[in-house]
């Protein structure tokens, strides 16, 4: 006994009992689950994930029917809920933005409006937003009776039908990603501080854009369908609309709920930031003579986002793990097709891992871009002021 | 212009401070400051008033409230709300599908349980024990009163629990299950040990990558692959598991951070007055770890409190389903407005004056800090 009287070697002992028990509740459960499984006669593996599904799915980003495999099936899943995560991180950062923007503006309406928007939307639960809004969506009248705006917006129970352009599901993709490496590109070429002294700035940023614009246009022109209208429009041909794109009820009331409700979390977290910046700062901005225009863009909001975004970073994480609601109103993301799965095949164990090792990877991957983000534009020591 | 009239605010506040002024000064400052800004409020007036009004309108003065024959019959071609869908249905949202004689022993629980949440918010309670007599005690008269099977009520097993009380049940739960787990993480991810730490701090960052949803489905599906029948228990219990710990990883990260704004000083001054291990952390560190991350943890209740219903998801009939069934019988089926807004104020109620409460002891709290 006297052994145990040292630190280190209790320090060790424990470690190893913590060990132990860790390795025999693993052990016991593997042990528990092959039981289990051979008594019921189930293969375990992955060679399912091959089988067809004999499945249909209403909404999805690549071509998917029901002869295709459960991999194709959870693929699409997963991009999906990327989608729907990115989607709905963007609407949830605009609404959040303009009601801050309510919140501390020095008008006492816009206050109270924000407050009253905040407090309305923040305290009941997002499942609950979502399903009335799939109910209030699904309620319109029927595409014969569609609201229309400038007849080419349709609203009606099948969905929102909007114009889109006439081309392939994955040339659409390619031009949204050329759109979005030219804005990349364009970000990174004004903000890095080691291109700040290059030569003939403005022509080059007008150079990467044009590129972008004439790439995307390029695409558009050569993937078109021979001897169609560059752009689609719908229209009513019997019972429901053809042509343009239809976005499916499911996929907008989640987004809707998530925007709205996000939106107020958002725009507590960037009050706070507008809120922790400086007095002086401001102060100077305005001794200087800009304009309340650009004290506002040029001075308060740089110096919140700066603030804030950490948190917010946490924020956004938190948000695209909350839009995991798609199985309640039916649309197929991440989730929802994993627990198909589960109710089709039976593969309970293996469908488990892909969900969990799915969602690590998203929300790993997410964050990370984040904290880079947040790294590169951080005020570095000097440059913090009150 | 601007930067003159700019210069002349901070004297105004000046002169403001010094003589009180009265209502009309202050709603002039809050709200026509300038002509721009009076323009503003008008034009922001107007849109809240109008829809006020509509609201007004439509919830009250053109509603229906009671339904007669209980048929939906009096609603047809009324341009105000149904609420006679929540007179003949609240006894579905609120206590699900529990026997209809028995549903006062469900009424009781729930108030029993929401007492249990009042009293501990007030600051006679504040203490380790009290807190935790007071929802141990809470707990298993709620537990008693819903199970049934003791002096002679008759037994309703948690299958056949539903609505508001299965929210509260499951809320109440994962709350006192997760709250011990909670400490017991972030006491072990802050072990000098790094095997004990690095797997806590594996097992809190994987559970809050997971969306709760797939924590929830997973407890309910895997549990009964990998745990021998006898540790199996009921389906109710593995989500309440499930929910416990993932309210525990959020939890446990909230009482870390509450334990490293705690000076080092303190932990030193308790070693080297020579308090053990237990004393220290149960002495020194915890209560003022819990002082410090109270404002947090009230959040973290709140958001946990609108998580419960995700637990519709796996099949379960807590409010929100059962107020899809309410609706959902071809009698109601339209009312699905008056349904949802009805669930909502339910939710509002709790969680609204939860954050009040936080609010409050926020301010509270920067009163007397050392």
């Known amino acids: ?55 249909r799915i209403g909404f999805s980003l690549i071509p998917f029917d029901p002869f295709d495999s459960y991999l194709q099936m959870l693929w699409v899943g997963f991009l999906n809920t990327i989608f729907l995560g990115i989607l709905s991180i963007i609407l949830a950062n605009i609404v959040g933005l303009i009601i801050a923007v309510f919140r ?51 609203l009606s129970a099948r969905g929102v039908f909007v114009p889109s352009l006439n081309v392939e599901g994955q040339w659409f993709a390619a031009v949204a990603l050329v759109l979005i490496l030219g804005l990349a590109a364009l970000a990174w070429f004004s903000m890095a501080r080691r291109l700040r002294r290059v030569q003939n700035r403005p022509a080059i940023q007008i150079g990467i854009a044009g590129l972008t614009l004439a790439t995307m246009v390029g695409i558009l022109v050569y993937a078109r369908e021979p001897g169609s209208d560059i752009v689609s429009v719908p229209a009513l041909r019997g019972l429901n609309f053809r042509g343009g794109v239809t976005i499916p009820p499911e996929l907008s009331a989640l987004a809707i709920a998530t925007a709205i409700y996000g939106g107020a979390y958002i725009a507590e977290v960037i009050r706070a930031g507008f809120l922790s910046v400086g007095k002086g700062q401001v102060e100077a901005a305005r001794a200087l003579g800009l304009s309340p225009w650009h004290v506002f863009s040029r001075v308060h909001l740089p110096l919140a986002i700066r603030a804030v975004l950490p948190t917010l970073i946490n924020q956004y994480v938190w948000l695209f793990k909350a839009t995991t609601l798609g199985i309640v109103v039916g649309f197929a993301d991440f989730f929802s097709v994993i627990s198909v799965s589960i109710n089709q095949s039976g593969q309970t164990l293996e469908l488990i891992a892909i969900l969990m090792a799915g969602f690590l ?18 005020l570095k020591g000097t440059q913090l002021r009150t | 212009m601007t930067a003159v009239s700019d210069m002349n605010t901070p004297s105004q506040s000046l002169n403001s401070g010094l003589q009180p002024d009265g209502l009309p000064a202050r709603l002039r400052r809050r709200y026509f400051r300038t002509p721009g800004n009076a323009v503003i409020s008008m034009v922001g007036m107007a849109a809240l008033f109008y829809l006020a009004f509509h609201a007004l309108d439509w919830a009250v003065l053109k509603a229906v409230w009671i339904s007669p024959d209980s048929t939906s019959a009096v609603c047809r071609d009324i341009a105000g709300a149904c609420w006679a869908v929540i007179q003949q249905r609240w006894r579905i949202i609120i206590f699900g599908l529990f026997p209809y004689d028995e549903q006062w022993r469900s009424m009781l629980a729930c108030l029993v349980m929401v007492a249990t949440i009042v009293l501990s918010c007030l600051p006679w309670s504040w203490r380790p024990l009290r807190l ?51 400490i017991a993480m972030a006491l072990l991810r802050r072990s000098d040990m790094p095997l004990v730490s690095r797997m806590t701090g594996a097992l809190i960052d994987g559970v809050r990558s997971l969306p709760l949803i797939t924590i929830l ?43 490293q704004s705690i000076p080092v000083g303190q932990e ?66 339209f009312a699905y407005f008056e349904v949802y807004i009805f669930v909502a104020l339910v939710y509002f109620v709790f969680v609204f004056s939860l954050s009040r409460y936080g609010a409050y002891l926020e301010r509270r709290m920067r009163f007397g800090q050392h």
């Not at chain 1, 060790?12 to 509740?25: E, G, I, N, W």
């Not at chain 1, 020095?106 to 305290?123: H, W």
């Not at chain 2, 629990?161 to 709350?175: C, E, H, I, K, R």
């Not at chain 2, 029948?229 to 990883?249: N, P, Y």
């Open chain 1, 1 to 55: 006994m006297q052994i145990f009287r040292n630190r280190k070697t209790r320090s060790v002992v424990y470690q190893v009992a913590f060990l132990a028990v860790f390795a025999l509740v693993i052990f016991g459960a593997v042990h528990e689950a092959t039981t289990k499984l051979a008594a019921q006669g189930m293969t375990s593996g992955f060679d399912f994930l091959q089988k067809s599904t004999g499945f």
């Open chain 1, 104 to 154: 501390i503006s020095s008008n006492g309406v816009l206050n109270d409006i924000g407050t009253l928007y905040i407090e309305a939307f923040r305290n009941v639960p997002l499942i609950l937003q979502a399903l009335f809004w799939y109910a209030a969506l699904t309620h319109l009248p029927p595409p014969k009776q569609a609201y229309s705006l400038f007849d080419s917006i349709f």
């Open chain 1, 361 to 378: 990877i998203m929300n790993n991957t997410l964050s990370f871009v984040l904290n880079r983000v947040n790294k590169a534009i951080a």
């Open chain 2, 132 to 182: 935790s007599i007071l929802w141990c005690a809470g707990f298993l008269i709620f537990y008693v009163l819903m199970r049934g099977g003791l002096f002679g009520m008759r037994a309703v097993l948690p299958a056949d629990w539903g609505g508001l009380t299965l929210t509260v049940f499951l809320y109440a739960a994962g709350v006192l299950i997760g709250m011990p787990m909670a």
């Open chain 2, 217 to 259: 489905f997973t407890a309910a599906l895997i549990f009964p692959f990998v745990l021998p029948g006898w540790l199996q228990g009921d389906k109710i219990w593995r989500v309440i598991i499930g929910f416990a710990l993932f309210f525990a990883a959020y939890q446990a990260e909230i009482i870390r951070s509450g334990i």
């Open chain 2, 268 to 333: 030193e001054a308790a070693k080297a007055l020579g308090l053990s291990y237990w004393h220290r952390t149960g002495r020194i560190i915890l209560p003022q770890a819990f002082r410090n991350a109270l404002p947090p943890t009230i959040n973290q209740l709140v958001i946990t409190f609108k998580e419960t219903s995700l637990i519709v998801i796996i099949g379960f009939f807590e409010i929100l389903a059962s107020g899809n069934a309410a609706y959902g019988t071809g009698e109601w089926s």
